[in-house]
């Protein structure tokens, strides 16, 4: 009888202890570019902390930041290949791959007409196509898109930028997003093409004048130590995209999905309001460091980039695609 109860002792125990010594646990690698101090870095360690949360322990996300993983460029590829899980990016970034021109239109000069009415478009059926449609091209996925970037401004180490022809011979720090290039082309500036953890060392060599960006890369980045002129043009409002190889997105079940997809809103919550916090923090930060800020004229700037969109109706993206857009409230 004693033996028979230890046995059966022994069975109840094992049954008790086998299901979490059996958890499977998923760990997945998420690169990330930007430096663990700037506020865009903010939305990653909540996210990672909330798919840990409401999986139960059964997916970590390791968090890579400060291009540990490589740059912008190098995690697109990454994603792709499956030797990146997953990246926080730029929506353009998706440009560069077989399915993602169309995203571009998200850097139209003034598509946008607020942080929130941004991130309300991205995330409208519209947008969701043609997340769909990179998905299905390249075996990469924008799964969700949450956290309003500090709008794009102008920063320069030479002069004073107020008015579009202010920018002429400049040499711009730009990302790869073609519509960007075409626009600093278009006001007679030279946009140059340009790592993030580049950028520092190229505006204090000269190499660059400056760069084109939010306020929070620019106090993330430390840019206001070399670069004393600043411009809020607010020509673009970025948010953050999330972005999965679609194979490993397609391995997970719906619930899984989901949770991402919550664990998103949650990253991008938190950076919006580490953004908002530097940006009411940012006139002393620049005061400190001997930052002009100069107020533009942003009706000259809107018309100087008015005609822009049209070089990639038809071409890019689908004809009426600007105009499907603006349809949507903000």
Same mark, same amino acid.
């Given at each position: 009888?004693? $033996?028979?109860?230890? &046995? $059966?002792?022994?069975?109840?125990?094992?049954?008790?202890?086998?299901?979490?010594?059996?958890?499977?646990?998923?760990?997945?690698?998420?690169?990330?570019?930007?430096?663990?101090?700037? #506020?865009?870095?903010?939305?990653?360690? @909540?996210?990672?902390?909330?798919?840990?949360? +409401?999986?139960?322990?059964?997916?970590? &996300?390791?968090?890579?930041?400060?291009? *540990?993983?490589?740059?912008? *460029?190098?995690?697109?590829?990454? @994603?792709?290949?499956?030797?990146?899980?997953?990246?926080?990016?730029?929506?353009?970034?998706?440009?560069?791959?077989?399915?993602?021109?169309?995203?571009?239109?998200?850097?139209?000069?003034?598509?946008?007409?607020?942080?929130?009415?941004?991130?309300?478009?991205?995330?409208?059926?519209?947008? *969701?196509?043609?997340?769909?449609?990179?998905?299905?091209?390249?075996?990469?996925?924008?799964?969700?898109?949450? /956290?309003?970037?500090?709008?794009?401004?102008?920063?320069?180490?030479?002069?004073? &930028?107020?008015?579009?022809?202010?920018?002429?011979?400049?040499?711009?720090?730009?990302?790869?997003?073609?519509?960007?290039?075409?626009?600093?082309?278009?006001? /007679?500036?030279?946009?140059?093409?340009?790592?993030?953890?580049? #950028?520092?060392?190229?505006?204090?060599?000269?190499?660059?004048?400056?760069?084109?960006?939010?306020?929070?890369?620019?106090?993330?980045?430390?840019?206001? +130590? &070399?670069?004393?002129?600043?411009?809020? #043009?607010?020509?673009? $409002?970025?948010?953050?995209?999330?972005?999965?190889?679609?194979?490993?997105?397609?391995?997970?079940?719906?619930?899984?999905?989901?949770?991402?997809?919550?664990?998103?809103?949650?990253? /991008?919550?938190?950076?919006?309001?580490?953004?908002?916090?530097?940006?009411?923090?940012?006139?002393?930060?620049?005061?400190?460091?001997?930052?002009?800020?100069?107020?533009?004229?942003?009706?000259? $700037?809107?018309?100087?980039?008015?005609?822009?969109?049209?070089?990639?109706? /038809?071409?890019?993206?689908? +004809?009426?695609?600007? +105009?499907?857009?603006?349809?949507?409230?903000?």
């Amino acid at each position: 009888m004693l $033996f028979r109860n230890a &046995v $059966f002792g022994a069975l109840v125990l094992a049954a008790a202890v086998s299901p979490a010594a059996a958890q499977h646990v998923r760990e997945l690698r998420l690169g990330s570019p930007w430096p663990s101090t700037s #506020t865009i870095h903010a939305a990653l360690p @909540v996210f990672a902390a909330a798919v840990d949360r +409401e999986s139960k322990g059964t997916i970590k &996300v390791r968090i890579y930041p400060d291009s *540990q993983l490589g740059d912008i *460029q190098s995690l697109i590829n990454g @994603v792709q290949l499956g030797t990146v899980d997953m990246t926080y990016l730029a929506i353009g970034n998706a440009g560069v791959l077989k399915g993602g021109a169309p995203l571009n239109v998200a850097y139209v000069p003034y598509l946008f007409k607020s942080k929130a009415g941004a991130e309300k478009v991205v995330n409208s059926p519209v947008f *969701q196509e043609l997340y769909d449609n990179l998905a299905k091209e390249s075996g990469v996925r924008i799964f969700a898109v949450y /956290g309003a970037r500090s709008p794009r401004a102008i920063q320069n180490r030479v002069r004073a &930028v107020s008015k579009p022809e202010d920018l002429k011979g400049l040499k711009i720090r730009i990302p790869p997003i073609e519509g960007i290039r075409v626009a600093f082309d278009t006001m /007679g500036a030279k946009p140059v093409v340009l790592g993030l953890g580049d #950028t520092y060392n190229a505006i204090e060599r000269g190499q660059v004048d400056g760069h084109e960006n939010g306020i929070d890369a620019a106090v993330g980045y430390k840019w206001y +130590e &070399v670069a004393k002129y600043f411009t809020p #043009t607010d020509h673009i $409002f970025e948010t953050g995209a999330f972005y999965i190889n679609e194979k490993l997105w397609q391995s997970l079940s719906k619930e899984e999905q989901q949770i991402f997809v919550n664990a998103a809103k949650e990253g /991008g919550m938190a950076m919006t309001t580490a953004g908002d916090k530097v940006e009411a923090d940012a006139k002393k930060i620049f005061a400190d460091n001997k930052v002009e800020i100069t107020q533009p004229d942003k009706p000259a $700037f809107e018309k100087a980039l008015a005609d822009v969109y049209k070089r990639f109706e /038809g071409k890019v993206w689908p +004809e009426g695609l600007v +105009e499907r857009i603006r349809a949507i409230p903000q």
